[in-house]
C-alpha cells in the first residue's frame, strides 16, 4: 500500500488521532506510537489524560528494559505522544480512531464533529465492537471514509484486529486501514456490517449463557469458569473473562445483537442487567462477578 507520495506506509509519519484514553484508546495510542507514527491522544478529562500519558510512557520504558524496543525507539514513541482535551487539534490527522462508550448516539455526536475537524482525506474509523459502521458513517460527508476497526484487549497485546466495511467503504480507505494494522504487527479478520461482526457475535452469546448458568443455579461461578478452561482450553473462563471486558460492555454489545438480529436468544441475563446496574462491572470498578478489592 503506497501513501500520496508514493511511498510505503511504513516510510510515512502518519498522523493518527485516538478519542477517548480508556484501555482501549491507551494501548491503540501505544501501538500507534511505538510504529512510528504522530499521536494525540484525546479525552475531555485533563485528569484522565495524565494518568495515560503516564501508563503509556511506563509500558514503553517497560518494553526497552525487556529489549523489545531499542532505548532511541523507545524514546521517539514517547516523543511521538501528545495529549489534549481540543478535538481541534485533530485538523492535520490522516486518521482518528474512536474508542469511546459503546453507545451509537455518543458515536455519532463524536463523528459529526470530527467530520468538520479533520482534513478531507482522513480517515475516520470506530473501535466499535458491534455498532454498525454504516449507521455511523451516514451522519458524516464522508460515509466512504468510514470504517470499523476493531481492537482486541489489551491492544498492545492482542494479535487480532477485526475491520469492518460499512455499505459505502472505499477500496482505498479498507486497504489504508488494512496496511495501518499490520504495520502495528496485527492479524486482521474481516467481517460484513452485521450486529456483533465475528468476535462478539459469536463469544458474547456464551458470556450471556454462562451468565443463564449462574442465574439458574446450574453451578457456582468457580465451576463454570473451571469447566470452560479445563474443559475447551479457555485461557480464562468466560465470566471471568466479563469481568476483564467489563460488563457493562457485555450488556450494551448483547442489547447490540438483540436489536440488530431481532432473536430472543440474544436477550442479556436478568443477572448480567442486575450487576450493571447495580454497579458491579468488573475488574475496573474492584468488583463483578468476583471480588477484585483484595487483589
Known amino acids: 500500500m503506497l501513501s500520496q507520495q508514493g511511498l510505503p506506509l511504513e516510510a510515512v509519519k502518519m498522523c493518527i488521532g485516538v478519542v477517548g484514553c480508556g484501555q482501549m484508546g491507551s494501548g491503540i495510542a501505544q501501538l500507534a506510537a511505538v510504529n512510528g507514527c504522530e499521536v494525540w491522544l484525546h479525552d475531555a478529562d485533563p485528569m ?16 526497552v528494559l525487556k ?12 516523543r511521538n505522544l ?14 482518528v480512531i474512536e474508542a469511546i462508550v459503546e453507545s451509537e448516539d455518543v458515536k455519532k455526536k463524536l463523528f459529526v464533529q470530527l467530520d ?3 482534513k478531507s ?14 449507521r455511523l458513517a451516514s451522519v458524516t460527508s464522508r460515509p466512504s471514509q468510514v470504517i470499523g476497526m476493531h481492537f482486541m484487549n489489551p491492544p498492545p497485546v492482542m494479535k487480532l484486529v477485526e475491520i469492518i466495511r460499512g455499505a459505502s467503504t472505499s477500496d482505498d480507505t479498507f486497504n489504508a486501514t488494512k496496511s495501518l494494522a499490520e504495520r502495528f504487527g496485527k492479524k486482521i479478520v474481516c467481517s460484513q456490517d452485521f450486529s456483533g461482526f465475528i468476535v462478539n457475535r459469536v463469544l458474547m452469546p456464551m458470556i450471556n449463557e454462562a451468565f443463564y448458568a449462574l442465574y439458574t443455579g446450574v453451578a457456582t461461578k468457580e465451576d463454570i469458569d473451571a469447566g ?9 473462563g468466560p465470566l471471568e473473562l466479563a469481568d476483564h471486558i467489563g460488563l457493562d460492555v457485555c450488556l450494551s454489545i448483547m442489547r447490540v445483537l438483540h436489536a440488530g438480529l431481532g432473536d430472543s436468544k440474544y436477550l442479556p441475563c436478568p443477572l448480567l ?10 475488574r475496573k470498578k474492584g468488583v463483578g462477578v468476583y471480588n477484585y478489592s483484595k487483589i
Open 48 to 63: 484522565s489524560l495524565s494518568k495515560a500519558h503516564e501508563s503509556i510512557s511506563s509500558r514503553i520504558e517497560n518494553l
Open 116 to 118: 468538520n475537524i479533520v
Open 228 to 236: 470452560m478452561k479445563l474443559g475447551t482450553n479457555h485461557p480464562m
Open 121 to 134: 482525506s482522513s480517515i475516520l474509523a470506530s473501535n466499535t465492537s458491534s455498532i454498525s459502521i454504516t
Open 67 to 78: 529489549g523489545h524496543l531499542t532505548k532511541e525507539k523507545g524514546t521517539e514513541a514517547i
Open 273 to 282: 442487567v442486575q450487576y450493571v446496574d447495580a454497579g458491579r462491572v468488573g
Open 82 to 95: 501528545r495529549c489534549t482535551s481540543n478535538l481541534e487539534d485533530f485538523h492535520s490527522a490522516d486518521m
